[in-house]
Nanobody
Framework: QVQFVESGGGLVQPGGSLRLSCASSDSNFDSAIMGWYRQVPGKQRELIAAIINHLFTEYADSVKGRFIVSRDNTKNMLFLQMNGLQSEDTAVYYC??????????????????WGQGTQVTVSS
């Protein structure tokens, strides 16, 4: 069973930045299409960024231009650089492997293995 460990969350003021990390135990990480999700209480988990490699990335409209997804296949790590944070970005953030490729709104997770997530709170 693949495991994901997310980290890097915290409390940040509006306009601030954070960099999230996701460590994967997937032995096939380098070929995995990966994504970042976020979830707020009472709402469904939402995919906000997806990556095959640095040439192929997709973003939800809500984060496009502010967030950057990247990966280091040598370390089985996925990252999310979040800039210009807004209160609406407050959520628990998760990573997972994705099934297929396409616009963010069409992608689904490959499995139902979720890590504990990392809390991001944007508040003054």
């Amino acid at each position: 069973q693949v495991q994901f460990v997310e980290s890097g969350g915290g409390l940040v003021q509006p306009g601030g930045s954070l960099r999230l990390s996701c460590a994967s135990s997937d032995s096939n990480f380098d070929s995995a299409i990966m994504g970042w999700y976020r979830q707020v209480p009472g709402k469904q988990r939402e995919l906000i960024a997806a990556i095959i490699n640095h040439l192929f990335t997709e973003y939800a409209d809500s984060v496009k231009g502010r967030f950057i997804v990247s990966r280091d296949n040598t370390k089985n790590m996925l990252f999310l650089q979040m800039n210009g944070l807004q209160s609406e970005d407050t959520a628990v953030y998760y990573c997972n492997r994705l099934k297929g490729w396409g616009p963010v709104g069409t992608l689904v997770p490959l499995n139902d293995f979720w890590g504990q997530g990392t809390q991001v709170t944007v508040s003054s």
